[in-house]
């Protein structure tokens, strides 16, 4: 069993079989695929993305200041930690989301103790606004969060069932690894399952992480367990 477990989820991911958006379907789906895991012992921190909504890279112009772009960004991420939440509650799931910027009207701040505090009352915590800086991605502060927390492991949900040597959806020839190393990652161009300064974290730390397809049934409580799935990168 892997005991605490950083969870990466991207806004895409939310937006379920909506063009853009929070479907609150998908957020039950989720919910459910949590809950084995913490009944098994497993503590959960979920870092959110805000893709759904609008990435700062997209809107980055027409008078639109870089740092402006980057924060609207991190505000998209705000709303998906609040819905989340909100329906991980309704389904019986006890939870509680954070922000690494500080909004106290709407949510309330991260800090270590709080964390933790929730973790030690058996609740979800949800971490929203990446690391609260500009030109950071989600994974790269995923994957800072969970050494702060000092996470056993990091789980990334994507839309493939692991890491590819090339991208699966556009080469029908493309391999796929079990396990793969962290140079080899880093090294390869094609691959581009998460950001390379999350990697290049991950290797110093020497923090597994896991990438799995977030749709097949049982992943994250299976990951959790030690299961083989997805791809491992350590």
């Known amino acids: 069993m892997t005991k605490r477990i950083l969870l990466k989820l991207s806004g895409e991911q939310l937006q379920g079989d909506f063009s853009s958006g929070f479907d609150p379907k998908r957020a039950k789906w989720i919910a459910e695929q949590i809950r084995p895991a913490i009944e098994d012992g497993a503590e959960i921190i979920i870092m959110v993305g805000g893709g759904n909504y609008v990435r700062g890279n997209q809107i980055i112009g027409h008078g639109i200041q870089p740092v402006s772009a980057h924060n609207i960004g991190m505000l998209s991420t705000l709303m998906n930690a609040i819905a989340l939440t909100d329906v991980f509650n309704d389904s019986n799931l006890p939870t509680r989301a954070l ?21 030690q009352k058996g609740r979800v915590v949800i971490v929203a606004c990446g690391t609260g800086r500009p030109f950071l991605t989600t994974d790269t502060a995923a994957l800072n969060l969970a050494l702060e927390m000092q996470c056993n492991a990091v789980i990334k949900t994507t839309k493939v069932d692991g890491v590819y040597d090339k991208d699966p959806t556009k080469f029908s020839n493309a391999t796929k690894f079990d396990q793969i190393s962290y140079h080899d990652v880093l090294t390869n161009p094609d691959i581009t399952v998460m950001d390379k300064a999350a990697i290049g974290l991950a290797m110093e730390e020497h923090i597994p992480v896991i990438i799995c397809d977030l749709l097949i049934d049982s992943n994250i409580a299976r990951a959790a367990r030690g299961e083989a799935v997805g791809t491992i990168i350590n």
Do not use: G, L, M, P
């Open 99 to 119: 922000s690494t910027v500080e909004i106290n009207q709407f949510i309330d701040q991260y800090t270590f103790r709080r964390a933790i505090s929730h973790i």
